[in-house]
């Protein structure tokens, strides 16, 4: 089990920029990708982002292409998600997720099994 701690989130203008950080701590954070979550008010968690445990293969939810980018840093055992041209509809609660298997790259909510609390982040027009 993998412990994962979310920060970084807060309320910003439309057109602004946050970056969100998630701390891993608990077993070997270079064999997993790992991958950001958002749950808007009264919808289902959806796919954002994922980069694998090695940092080159990265992939976005459409909505977010373009704009926001993830990287991770080993040697902090930290994942990171730059957000840019922020829009409100991108107003949700983000969270940090590392999947059930290593070295494997998943984007399907089932397929990771380690969540961090979640960091809100709102986005003002």
């Known amino acids: 089990q993998v412990q994962l701690v979310e920060s970084g989130g807060g309320l910003v203008q439309a057109g602004g920029s946050l970056r969100l950080s998630c701390a891993a701590s608990?077993?070997?954070?270079?064999?997993?990708?790992m991958a950001w979550f958002r749950q808007a008010p009264g919808k289902e968690r959806e796919f954002v982002a994922v980069?694998?445990?090695?940092?080159?293969?990265?992939r976005y939810a459409d909505s977010v292409k373009g704009r926001f980018t993830i990287s991770r840093d080993t040697a902090k055992n930290t994942v990171y998600l730059q957000m840019n041209s922020l829009k409100p509809e991108d107003t949700a609660v983000y969270y940090c997720?590392?999947?059930?298997?290593?070295?494997?790259?998943?984007?399907?909510?089932?397929?990771?099994?380690?969540w961090g609390q979640g960091t809100q982040v709102t986005v003002s027009s």
């Open positions: 997720a590392a999947p059930f298997r290593p070295r494997v790259v998943v984007t399907t909510e089932a397929d990771f099994g380690s």
């Open positions: 608990g077993r070997t954070f270079n064999n997993y990708a």
């Open positions: 980069i694998s445990w090695s940092g080159v293969s990265t």
